[in-house]
């Protein structure tokens, strides 16, 4: 079971189309619309956005073991995700294009989401790394201008000893699923033993590629 936590957009509406890589290899995945996005009703703030993401969770454990769960953080859900596998036993956690704390890249989100609100949403992905016990599965493109990549190096960091760093060369924010190489990172990474990655003694395992995608990925 793969639970999605999605970026910044209005709804789930559209996103169904970024299952398929985890649906072929057998997986079910589930997404939720974000109090006070789409169709969830509610009052945004972090710490109800939090609360409400574990609900979720305690709901899929009723019915699949953690062991089998897997945490996909993007963008701005990379901040919930990381939450969630701080505070539970997931199989692994897989952060795409996360930001090292969404206060840091306030003034970059602005257009996209209101100033009172990022203020309210500190969201400190760092800090709650630090107690993650999973292997954590870090995707970014170097061509990110929304979150540099350079935050995802920094993230990799914190807790080396289970982190692995997947780089998509010429990647940006929002055109990872058109290279190739992400997808084929994903399916290594799903498809793995669910055991502590070996990172042959260095901090950090970069996966390069700048393949884009054709037709039929």
């Known amino acids: 079971?793969?639970?999605?936590?999605?970026?910044?957009?209005?709804?789930?509406?559209?996103?169904?189309?970024?299952?398929?890589?985890?649906?072929?290899?057998?997986?079910?995945?589930?997404?939720v619309d974000y109090r006070g996005f789409g169709k969830s009703t509610g009052r945004r703030t972090q710490k109800a956005i939090k609360r409400d993401m574990q609900v979720v969770y305690n709901k899929i454990k009723e019915k699949v073991p953690e062991k089998y769960i897997i945490l996909y953080g993007r963008s701005m859900?990379?901040?919930?995700?990381?939450?969630?596998?701080s505070m539970n036993h997931p199989r692994m956690l897989i952060l795409d294009a996360p930001y090292?704390?969404?206060s840091k890249v306030a003034k970059k989100f602005i257009p996209f989401m209101p100033l009172s609100l990022l203020i309210k949403f500190p969201m400190p992905t760092y800090k709650w790394l630090k107690y993650v016990n999973c292997p954590i599965h870090i995707i970014h493109g170097t061509d990110d201008r929304l979150i540099p990549y350079k935050t995802s190096v920094k993230l990799s960091k914190i807790k080396?000893?289970?982190?692995?760093?997947?780089?998509?060369?010429?990647?940006?924010?929002?055109?990872?699923?058109?290279?190739?190489?992400?997808?084929?990172?994903?399916?290594?990474?799903?498809?793995?033993?669910?055991?502590?990655?070996?990172?042959?003694?260095?901090?950090?395992?970069?996966?390069?590629?700048?393949?884009?995608a054709n037709a039929k990925a």
């Open 160 to 212: 080396p000893e289970l982190s692995k760093l997947y780089t998509v060369i010429g990647g940006g924010h929002k055109d990872l699923n058109n290279f190739e190489s992400y997808h084929s990172m994903l399916e290594e990474i799903i498809t793995s033993k669910p055991t502590k990655v070996n990172l042959e003694g260095s901090s950090i395992n970069v996966k390069h590629s700048s393949k884009r």
């Open 100 to 102: 090292y704390s969404l």
């Open 1 to 31: 079971m793969v639970f999605y936590l999605k970026g910044n957009s209005r709804s789930i509406k559209g996103w169904g189309k970024f299952a398929v890589d985890f649906t072929r290899h057998g997986y079910d995945v589930i997404m």
């Open 77 to 85: 859900g990379s901040g919930f995700a990381a939450k969630l596998a």
